[in-house]
Every structure is written in C-alpha cells, then in structure tokens.
C-alpha cells in the first residue's frame, strides 16, 4: 500500500505543534515508517513591527490544516485523530479523502492563493 497525502483539520495556531506531535508519535508507536511527510503551509514573510523595525516572520497561509502524506489505516488513522488540537481529516462523511500530489504542490506553492 503507497502512502498518499490527506489533509488534517487542526485548530488554527496549532498547525506546528501538530506536525510535530505526529512526526513524535508515530515514532513512539513504530509507526514512522507509514508516515512520509507531514508539512505545514507557510511562507517567510517580512513584517514591520514598534515603528519601522523589520522582523522575519513566518506566517501560515492555509491556516487551519496540515497536510500528511501517510499509508491509511487503523493506527495511523487513530494516531492522527488522537492528537490534541486535531479536528478531523478533510472528506465526506468522515472518511479521509486522499488529495493529489499536483494538488499538494499548488498549495505549497501558494498558487491556490495567487489566482494561478
């Protein structure tokens, strides 16, 4: 069975503490080898802050979700929704729908948001 890439509704703000706490558990459960990738959407951006100071920033630009690429199955779909902070997956009916690799591209790419 081939991994492929869901996306995971989280609470907003908590995308990176998610991902990580995915990455930790399935390494605690010996599980890592079904998970592939987990990624976070965002950007380095510059911001302007007290006045005229530029400061990096890193900044989410699909808030609200992270994007896993895993081999679905009991475990690992109990894995992911056992972590605090975590809404669901994206599909109908609860099942988890698998999204395409060109998809996932277009989201890290920020294309969804620039009108390409």
Not at 26 to 43: H, Q, T
Not at 44 to 54: A, L
Request: charged share 25%.
């Amino acid at each position: 069975m081939s991994a492929k890439w869901y996306v995971v509704n989280v609470y907003s703000g908590f995308e990176k503490k998610v991902s990580q706490h995915i990455i930790e558990q399935a390494e605690k459960l010996s599980l890592s080898d079904m998970f592939e990738e987990v990624l976070v959407p965002s950007e380095e951006v510059v911001e302007i802050r007290k006045g005229n100071k530029k400061v990096n920033a890193e900044k989410n630009f699909f808030p609200g979700y992270v994007l896993v690429k895993m081999v679905l199955n009991d475990s690992t779909w109990h894995l992911v929704r056992g972590v605090q902070k975590v809404s669901g997956f994206l599909g109908a009916n609860g099942k988890p729908s698998p999204i395409s690799q060109k998809e996932v591209i277009r989201i890290m790419q920020h294309e969804a948001y620039c009108g390409i």
